[in-house]
């Protein structure tokens, strides 16, 4: 059974970083996706990263050159390095995963199938 496996949330202060991790078990083909989002209390879910088979990367604006998303070659495990936090970024955290549409090379329009439990992010001023 495909599930995802996250670790490295907790709590930090103001400034402070934190380095999620996210693996991927019991996929059924090779052609992965993967992407980082979180969801704050009261709000929407929104996108903080993905990263696509060319190893391009896209970030949400509130976090771009603070955070930085990368996997390992086999694309398997994700990774999240969130620098200079900010109480903002306080949320949950959840690793998405999904297969490349047939016929494509590349990630766009990935159905992300498969989400991770979630962790959750603390940042206090």
């Known amino acids: 059974q495909a599930q995802l496996v996250e670790s490295g949330g907790g709590s930090v202060q103001s400034g402070g970083s934190l380095r999620l991790s996210c693996t991927f078990f019991g996929y059924t083909y090779t052609h992965i996706c993967m992407a980082w989002f979180r969801q704050a209390p009261l709000k929407e879910r929104e996108g903080v990263a993905s990263i696509d088979t060319d190893n391009s990367t896209n970030y949400a604006d509130s976090v771009k050159g603070r955070f930085t998303i990368s996997q390992d070659n086999a694309r398997t495990s994700l990774y999240l390095q969130m620098n200079s936090l900010k109480p903002e970024d306080t949320a949950m955290y959840y690793c998405?995963?999904?297969?490349?549409?047939?016929?494509?090379?590349?990630?766009?329009?990935?159905?992300?199938?498969?989400w991770g439990q979630g962790t959750q992010v603390t940042v206090s001023s």
């Open positions: 998405a995963a999904g297969y490349q549409p047939w016929g494509s090379n590349y990630c766009s329009g990935v159905d992300y199938m498969y």
